[in-house]
């Protein structure tokens, strides 16, 4: 079943994207973290970044002709310090935080949501306390309820709780929900996500992109830089997930990052 329209697997055609890679002058590396870098984990706060991915990243961040970006939908305080990277690139809450060197940029739409989504965050608070496993994260700009941790038959509880509690901002247009794996996320009804982020980011350099991630949100930037970079996804190709390449695993893309270093 391997049509024209569906994403080859990276190693499997190498020769082609090394070409792509040795033909352009500057290259932008956009990684995902969770599930991307870092296996999921039960806990958010363990997807520890391996030593030797790390080391990595720095090296092809060091290249006059690799800039990296670190792009995640936690806090970017959360990301930078899970990272731990100096003088990398680095968005948080799915680019709604971006931060280059010493100059930081938040949309605008942030702050004013920031109150409500304090009083909501009670409200999740109060109606999830007795589901075991259920937490929610404050993220600044937006809100997570991350449900791995709740037994499988309790799962559909969550959802329905967190989407009646929603429901009338969502109607207001005041707020916005998305989902990933395991989590919920809340955040103001502004018209950007990754995709949005990384154009900004890439602003008029002529670097080509290449983006890595594993997640529903990450779609946003595949198709962003769709006929102008290179999309790889990771995981198990998937019918509603179009990129142009995929690795299987974390591992892999440990290994695809170190080859990528070898065509410099
Ligand atoms: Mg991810």
Redesign the pocket.
């Known amino acids: 079943m391997n049509s024209k329209n569906n994403m080859k697997y990276i190693f499997s055609h190498w020769e082609k994207f090394s070409l792509k890679i040795k033909s352009s002058r500057q290259v932008f590396l956009f990684l ?5 870098l870092t296996p999921i984990v039960s806990r958010p706060k363990d997807a520890r970044l391996p030593i030797s991915v790390k080391k990595i990243i720095k090296e092809l961040n060091s290249s006059p002709r690799f800039t990296v970006a670190i792009i995640s ?1 936690r806090s970017l305080r959360d990301v930078r310090k899970m990272a731990g990277i100096r003088n990398i690139v680095y968005a948080g809450n799915h680019g709604l935080e971006i931060e280059r060197g010493s100059g930081k940029m938040r949309k605008p739409a942030v702050s004013y949501s920031r109150p409500l989504l304090k009083s909501i965050k009670l409200y999740l608070d109060a109606a999830l306390q007795d589901i075991e496993g259920a937490q929610v994260e404050d993220k600044g700009p937006t809100l997570s309820v991350h449900f791995r941790r709740v037994s499988p038959e309790s799962r559909a509880r969550v959802k329905i709780i967190f989407h009646d509690i929603l429901r009338p901002y969502i109607a207001s247009r005041r707020l916005k929900v998305t989902s ?2 395991m989590v919920m996320e809340v955040r103001p009804a502004v018209d950007w996500h990754k995709g949005k982020a990384v154009l900004a980011i890439l602003g008029a350099s002529k670097a080509l992109p290449v983006y890595i ?3 529903v949100t ?1 779609t946003d930037a595949f198709l962003a830089i769709k006929g102008k970079g290179v999309s790889i996804f990771v995981g198990k190709p998937k019918k509603n997930i179009k990129a142009d390449y995929y690795l299987k695993d974390t591992k892999e893309v440990e290994l695809f990052l170190k080859q990528l270093f070898n065509l410099l």
């Open positions: 995902d973290y969770d599930g991307t939908g990933g794996k991630g594993d997640d990450d």
